[in-house]
């Protein structure tokens, strides 16, 4: 198991070891200042994220109150939910497995060269996006009480590329069916959601934008695609969807919340765009972009965002327009996603997965 594998280089006291093991550094995504990094041991790959303990408006000056949680812990809490309802009870793939979470208390221990930090803070030498400049960075904020002298890492599942990378490398290989190759992204997600919002009625993700999906490839990585299928069942609904190489994963939770499993954010405000139309609307942005719409491509936009309303209007506008998007649960009822159902052989299928009831 992965878990096992990693185990040499869990602790607080092992980050220099742990830096031995840095494949490339991970371009990161949260307004946090989190490091993303890729790492191997022995045969196994994994992400490893520094996390610090941000003190943002609404927790400056204090901890908030029980049962809020800092953005830090709401995105740990979250995936260990994430983990044991969907993940391990096979309803979705989409998601990445957490596998080993480590918090560290006082950072300046952490630094190993303090003269080069010093110097680092000093501006008289660069920083790098490895660890050792990341721990400065964060001790720096934590003296000026900007962050918490403490920060987490966490061990994941790890992906290949970003959605968007993946689309502009991969479209063009799948130029006879990218509209299907595009569709199916957007029946992934809303897939996804349906079954997070069924298991957890309050789910929300909080900032589902293009770049918070990440992409895992096959196992036969020389190929881009098997000619195989994931099957999933929904309202008494079969999907066969096309398996473009890769397997979509929603990453990055530290704006999420889970009411019922007592996961409150300390940054939740109302006024949070619903997930499927941050998505949904960022999605479409990004397929403008790249000039990739089809016939097929647009009528899904038109299906899922009748109004046409776009990425760049007040998060009020659209939360008072959210009804006139097409939720993800309507979505599985009409026919947007009905080119997905036909019969497939079963040894093409390569996974097969079950949204729980409502």
């Known amino acids: 198991m992965t878990a096992e594998k990693i185990k040499k280089i869990l602790g607080c006291d092992h980050l220099q070891q742990l830096s031995k093991y840095i494949v490339s550094n991970a371009p990161g995504t949260t307004f946090g200042g989190s490091s993303h990094y890729r790492c191997h041991v022995d045969d196994v790959s994994f992400f490893v994220k520094l996390v610090p303990y941000n003190m943002y408006a609404t927790d400056r000056w204090t901890l908030p109150r029980a049962p809020a949680l800092l953005t830090v812990d709401a995105e740990i809490y979250i995936m260990r939910a994430i983990k044991t309802r969907i993940i ?21 221990r952490l630094i190993e060269d303090k003269e080069r930090c010093r110097q680092q803070q000093l501006l008289r030498v660069p920083a790098d ?6 721990l400065c960075n964060f001790e720096q904020f934590a003296r000026i009480g900007t962050m918490r002298d403490k920060i987490a ?21 799948y130029l006879w069916d990218r509209e299907r190759m595009l569709i199916s992204i957007a029946f992934q997600v809303y897939y996804s959601l349906v079954v997070a919002t069924r298991v957890w009625k309050t789910f929300r993700h909080g900032d589902l934008a293009e770049h918070n999906i990440m992409m895992k490839i096959g196992s036969d990585k020389s190929v881009p695609s098997t000619g195989k299928y994931l099957q999933y069942r929904i309202n008494g609904r079969t999907f066969n969807v096309p398996f473009f190489g890769a397997y979509l994963k929603i990453i990055d939770f530290g704006h999420g919340q889970i009411a019922e499993e007592g996961i409150i954010n300390s940054q939740y405000r109302v006024g949070w765009t619903p997930d499927h139309i941050f998505f949904i609307i960022n999605y479409e942005k990004f397929i403008d972009a790249i000039h990739y719409k089809s016939d097929a491509v647009t009528e899904m936009f038109k299906y899922l965002n009748p109004m046409r309303l776009a990425s760049g209007i007040h998060r009020l506008h659209l939360i008072s327009q959210a009804d006139t998007f097409c939720a ?11 080119a997905f159902e036909t019969r497939v052989r079963d040894e093409d299928i390569i996974g097969k997965y079950t949204a729980p009831r409502r």
């Open 88 to 108: 391990d009870a096979g309803y979705s793939p989409h998601f990445p497995e957490l596998l080993a979470v480590v918090k560290c208390e006082g950072i300046a």
């Open 129 to 134: 996006p490895y660890i050792q400049s990341t």
């Open 153 to 173: 890492i966490t061990f994941s599942e790890y992906c290949d590329m970003g959605l968007v990378p993946y689309v502009q490398r991969f479209s063009p290989i």
């Open 328 to 338: 993800p649960e309507a979505a599985f009822e009409g026919s947007i996603f009905s």
